[in-house]
Nanobody
Framework: QVQLVESGGGLVQAGGSLRLSCAASGRFFNNYAMGWFRQAPGKEREFVATISWSDGNTYYADSVKGRFTISRDNAKNTVYLQMNSLKPEDTAVYYC??????????????????WGQGTQVTVSS
């Protein structure tokens, strides 16, 4: 079982930037895929981005493509989500997730078995 801890959320004005971090520990394998999801109040949890732990391949939701960047630091077992040009509609709780095996696709939350506790991102207009 892998444990995930997110950090880096906060309040930012529209057009601003934030970087989220997700530290992984525990039973963790090099062929894992890491993902970021978000959930706004009253809405379902939605896919944001994913990265292959082994080779760094990435895939993004259309809504964040060109504004968000997912990356990883293998030495620190940490995944990042750099969020630029933030919009009020990006306001949500952001969750880090892990699964065995990477596929370049728009994942469903049920594709992931390990989750962090979430970190709040609020973008004011």
């Amino acid at each position: 079982q892998v444990q995930l801890v997110e950090s880096g959320g906060g309040l930012v004005q529209a057009g601003g930037s934030l970087r989220l971090s997700c530290a992984a520990s525990g039973r963790f394998f090099n062929n894992y895929a890491m993902g970021w999801f978000r959930q706004a109040p009253g809405k379902e949890r939605e896919f944001v981005a994913t990265i292959s732990w082994s080779d760094g391949n990435t895939y993004y939701a259309d809504s964040v493509k060109g504004r968000f960047t997912i990356s990883r630091d293998n030495a620190k077992n940490t995944v990042y989500l750099q969020m630029n040009s933030l919009k009020p509609e990006d306001t949500a709780v952001y969750y880090c997730a892990a699964r065995f095996e990477y596929i370049s696709k728009k994942y469903s939350p049920r594709d992931f078995g390990s989750w962090g506790q979430g970190t709040q991102v609020t973008v004011s207009s």
